[in-house]
Structures are given as C-alpha cells and as structure tokens.
C-alpha cells in the first residue's frame, strides 16, 4: 500500500528514523513563534513533530535574503591559538524551550567533540565530549535534540546518534539519555554509516501507528531507519532500511518535515562556489519523500525536487568563510512556520555569525 506518492531516487527501508534541530530566542533575533517546548508536541505521551501546512507553500515563502546575528562568548576547538580561531562550525539547531529559543552548535577537533549551547540570557556553554570527532548537522524533534558523531579509533569506524533531552535546555554537564551506534560491521552495530556529515528526523504515521524517519548522510549517501515511537525515548530502537545516492549533493546540513496529510518532505541545503561572485551560491532543494509498505517494512523513495531556490548571505565575512550552508545548515520547524539556519565558517575569539531565512 502506497502511503505518500511520488518517486525518483529508491531506498529501501524496514524501520525508519531522523535527527536534526533545536533553538534558542532573543529580543535582537528574528525568531518565529516556538510554541511548546522543544519544537514539537507529545501525543499522547509521545513525542511528535508539528505537522504544518503545504510545505511547498511555506519553502516558496521563505524570505531569500538572511537576517543577521552575531553571538558572543562561544569557544570551539581552537585551530590557529594566536587569532583565536575555531576549527569550522559543523551543525546548528534551535530548540524551544518555555516559549524562549536555544541555540546549538557543533565542532570538534583532535579526538573531542563539542556542542556549544548559548541560552535566551545570552549564557553560554560547552559539552566536551572526548573521544569523538566531527558531531555534525543536527536536528530537534519535540524535546529531543539528535546529533551524529563519528569514531575513528583504536581501527575502530563508526558513527553514533547521541540524544540529548531539551526540556530544560542544556549544559556543560549534560548527559545524552540515548546513544546509538551504526557502522559498517554489522555483527557490533546498526548497519550504517562510518561518516555522518548531519542527519534529519520527523514522524509518520501509517495504520494508526506513529514512527521515527530517521536519515544520515555519509557525503551524498543518505542512510534511512525507522523505529516505532515510544512513550519514552530512551526506549527508541532503530532498524536499518536502506540507502541511496543523491549524486553531487555532499550536505553539511539538511531537515525533515511531515505536513498536516502525513506528507514527508526534505529541505537540502548546498553551497556551490562562485568564481564570478568569489564566494558560495547557497541553495536548498525540497525533496517529497514517498514511503510504501512491504511485506518487510517500508521502502522509501527521495524524488526529484519539487523546488529550488538560491539564498543570499547579509553580514558576517565577506567570501567563502561568511555564512554559508557549506559550514553549518539546518532546519528548524515550530507551531506556525519554517527557518533555515545557516552559520560562518569558524568562531572568531568568541563570535560567531549567523543568518536566519524564514
């Protein structure tokens, strides 16, 4: 049985699942109505994401030129000590939190992950995560925060979601509630991934039943799973349902949405350099995604774009180091709407530029 039309692009599935955004808000930012905490709502003790309206309606609306902010007192992994430079932004996500934003970032460095967590007073923060490299675009759904990260030691390949529970918001003591590892070898993990560039998550429901869409990207491969949703997220289990190729779309960043039919789209996020304008063309594509039952789960279908537009940077650095979805895309949804997020290459003693399209 057919649950969402359309097709292109075929991955097979047999349980599904998705991660990617949070949030955080201020009286200088343009932030859109968050309302419940987390960017979502439980359904009947579940956590679900919001369903909104025409999705192609809401894409083709976006504002294509960016609103500016910058942030203050953020430290990354440090790449040139004497300039006070970040090795590049990797993720960002925003999460609603009691009616007010909190905002997200990922970088790494040598062997040691970090998210960097800036609250709606400004505050800033770090989880340190050692042994790990590259947590990269992330995505939120109801008060869950997803985040891939990549291990490559002791001869050691592999990829983990580690989920972190934003109700409260974060800080620098906080612990993921859930970590899920994938890997090529199949006898110790989830089949998947050894790299994770970002990942994308929302729900679906088919006969009365709620599941996770989970998907990774490994360059411009796109991992899928699917896990029944449960009343507690700790108890979340993914299965591996296939993968497939977008060819020459490597993104750093990228989300998922259901509308209010139970249609699930993908918002892909590019930059492709411009010799004629010396910097990067930042575009994104929507992807209607079409799941059909099988007698072993669910095959999935990413079709070809159903639009595409190009977005223009305001503020930050000039060139290929300003904001650009190269360095950190994302995709934030709330009750009323639809942001994309996108962040400067690096932290520079402390500052970090970002640009809003909603």
Known sequence: MKLFKNKKVIMVLSLLTVVF??????????????????????????????????????????????KHREFDGLYGYTNHAAWGWSKHVQGYAQANVDGQTWHFFTNSGHNKGMILISNPANQTSTIEISGWSHPGGMQTIGNYLFVPMEQHQDGRKNVEVWIYNVANGLSKDSKPIKQIKFG???????????????????????????????????????????????????????????????????????????????????????????????????????????????????????????DTRRFYKTGGLKGVDGPHFRWAGGVYIHSSGLRLLTTSRNILNGKLDVNYYE
């Open 21 to 66: 955004f949070a949030g955080c808000s201020n009286s200088n930012e343009p932030d859109g109505p968050g309302g419940p905490v987390g960017g979502g709502y439980q359904g009947g003790g579940k956590m679900l994401s919001y369903k909104v309206p025409d999705v192609s309606v809401l894409f083709a609306g976006l504002n294509t030129t960016g």
């Open 184 to 306: 090529p070898d199949s006898s110790r993990y989830i089949y998947g991934p050894d790299l994770a560039g970002a990942l994308g998550i929302t729900d679906f429901n088919y006969n009365g039943k709620d599941y996770y869409l989970m998907v990774i990207a490994r360059y411009d491969q796109f991992y899928t799973y699917i896990a029944e949703v449960p009343q507690n997220m700790a108890n979340v289990s993914f299965k591996f349902a296939g993968v497939t190729r977008i060819n020459g779309k490597e993104t750093q960043g990228f989300g998922l949405i259901t509308d209010d039919s139970n249609g699930v789209y993908m918002i892909l996020t590019m930059s492709y350099y411009s010799a004629g304008e010396a910097t990067y063309a930042d575009w994104a594509y929507l992807h209607k995604l079409s799941i059909d039952s099988t007698a072993k789960g669910f095959s999935v279908d990413i079709n070809t774009p159903l």
